[in-house]
C-alpha cells in the first residue's frame, strides 16, 4: 500500500458528506425553509376612527425633566439648621412629587396602550396627521407572509410593522 500523500488527509471527501456532524451534508430543515420565504409589505391606510383619534390626541405627553428632590438640593447641613416642621413640610413636597411623578407615568403608558393596542395606530399621532393634511389619508405598511398572500386571506393574519 501507498503511503498518504502529503497533499491528501486521511479521510476522504465521501467520508465528510455523511459524517452527522457536518451541517453541509444534511438537508434544510422545516424552519429553515420558513425562514427563507419572502414576505411582502402592503400600504394599509388608517380607518377614519383612527384618524379622529389623532386629531383628539395630537401629540404625545412629553416626559418631564427630573428635577433632584427639595430636601437632596438644600444637603443635610442646611435642613439641619431648619425647624422640624419646615424639613417635614419639604419631605412632603418631596413625597408628592414622586406621587406625580408616579401617576404621570401611568397615564403616559395607559395612553400610548389605547393608542397602540386598542386603536392600532403603530405611529406618532404627529406623522399620522401629517400624511393625513398632505394626502387627505394616512398609511402604514403590513408585513404579509408568502403563505397568507396565496391563499387570499391577506387583512385577518397581515401583522402590522
Known sequence: MDPPSEGRSETSSFDKVIDPTNDQGKAPSITEK?????????????????????????????????????????GAELLAKLPPDLVAHLRAMDDAKEEGKARRKALIEELRHEREVIYNIRDKP??????????????????IDDDDYEDGDQGSRAAAH
Open 126 to 143: 404627529e406623522d399620522v396627521l401629517k400624511q393625513y393634511y398632505a394626502k387627505g389619508y394616512a398609511e402604514y405598511e403590513v408585513i
Open 34 to 74: 420558513k425562514k427563507k420565504k419572502k414576505k411582502k409589505k402592503k400600504k394599509v391606510r388608517y380607518t377614519q376612527e383612527q384618524i379622529l383619534y389623532c386629531i383628539g390626541n395630537p401629540e404625545e405627553l412629553p416626559e418631564r425633566r427630573d428635577t433632584p428632590k427639595l430636601t437632596e438640593a438644600l
